[in-house]
């Protein structure tokens, strides 16, 4: 992944505090980042709370959305529901990347996630602990792999 060199692409935003990110609103400062052959959108936080987020990116030639969020477990179906309809309706690959343990006193759903660009779940982690959501998109369909990473591992 690189930086598009597009202009227009602005600059990536940091929002890793869940009560900054419940408050934060989505600008229009949104990046761009070439992905693969394509083209990614990247969502911090509120920006996935805004369905005008995924149409400018979808309008701006995106084919693949990158959510990063803090999701607590009674936001979480509502959340990835919405995702899945991003998908669907915007034709991209979208992915969800949550916190896989608590953060600032709040726990997390985990479950990062990845949906087709027909909004089809493709691969979903565990509710607790590190992980990578692995897809590859191959001559025969998407090839997907939940890779968890053992506590002990990570340091």
Known sequence: MRPSPHPEAGWPRVCANPVISSSRRADDRDPLVAFGGGTAAVAVCADVGTPAHP?????????????????IPSDYDGEVAKLGQYAARHRMLTALANFGGPSGGLRSAGRSAVWSETGDLLVRLDPNGSGVAVVAETSEGYRTRAILVADSDVA
């Open 55 to 71: 149409q400018r990116a979808a309008d701006r030639g995106a084919d693949t959305y990158l959510a990063s969020m803090f999701v």
